[in-house]
T-cell receptor, first 113, second 116 residues
Framework: DADVTQTPRNRITKTGKRIMLECSQT?????MYWYRQDPGLGLRLIYY???????NKGEISDGYSVSRQAQAKFSLSLESAIPNQTALYFC????????????FGEGSRLTVL | AQSVTQLDSQVPVFEEAPVELRCNYS??????LFWYVQYPNQGLQLLLK??????LVKGINGFEAEFNKSQTSFHLRKPSVHISDTAEYFC??????????????FGQGTILTVHP
């Protein structure tokens, strides 16, 4: 089983719908992150969390919200999806001991029509 | 603020040829530097990192990178590529503070395609 699991892997939805992307990890890490990947733009940080009570905005948090339900679970929500939120979304974790050593999930591809 | 520029969006190369993927960065503070690889339909995985010390760092799968502070570059090289190296490669930086360990600024990505 993967250390970082994302569900769903693929989702097609319509403008205005609420969408939740879920992430769970078995690495025992405290720090979890949501990144968004767009072709030609690389990855950009949406939100991150250092523990259950600590949530922080990243570079592009507008239009998104997150919930840290437990140390191992971190979900990303789009309250009212819009077409320019069509992207590949990655969850990642790190133990915060080794700089930059993020462990990524396999991604959730979201298409908003 | 930091930024990363990967100078080539696509690099085609023949099998067993050498390759260099170029990365420049900009930052007003000290940074750590990274290269990640993304194989088709997979997440990213760390190839190598520069934290301090020797400017030549070696990573997995025969890749290496050289940190050049004066030119603010961190180019990735491999002397002989294989078909299996076909993937997208991302250069990234982070600040050196402990709270920044997972907060990476990524470049746009370079698609390496190895032809037989």
């Amino acid at each position: 089983d993967a250390d970082v699991t994302q569900t769903p892997r693929n989702r097609i939805t319509k403008t205005g719908k609420r969408i939740m992307l879920e992430c769970s990890q078995t690495k025992g890490h405290d720090r979890m992150y949501w990144y968004r990947q767009d072709p030609g733009l690389g990855l950009r940080l949406i939100y991150y969390s250092f523990d259950v009570k600590d949530i922080n905005k990243g570079e592009i948090s507008d239009g998104y919200s997150v919930s840290r339900q437990a140390q191992a679970k971190f979900s990303l929500s789009l309250e009212s999806a819009i077409p320019n939120q069509t992207a590949l979304y990655f969850c990642a974790t790190t133990g915060g001991v080794l700089p930059g050593e993020l462990f990524f999930g396999e991604g959730s591809r979201l298409t908003v029509l | 603020a930091q930024s990363v520029t990967q100078l080539d969006s696509q690099v085609p190369v023949f099998e067993e040829a050498p390759v260099e993927l170029r990365c420049n960065y900009s930052s007003s503070v000290s940074v750590y530097l990274f290269w990640y690889v993304q194989y088709p339909n997979q997440g990213l995985q760390l190839l190598l990192k520069y934290l301090s010390g020797s400017t030549l760092v070696k990573g997995i799968n025969g890749f290496e990178a050289e940190f050049n502070k004066s030119q603010t570059s961190f180019h990735l090289r491999k002397p002989s590529v294989h078909i299996s190296d076909t993937a997208e490669y991302f250069c990234a930086v982070s600040s050196t503070g402990g709270t920044s360990y997972g907060k990476l600024t990524f470049g746009q990505g370079t698609i390496l395609t190895v032809h037989p």
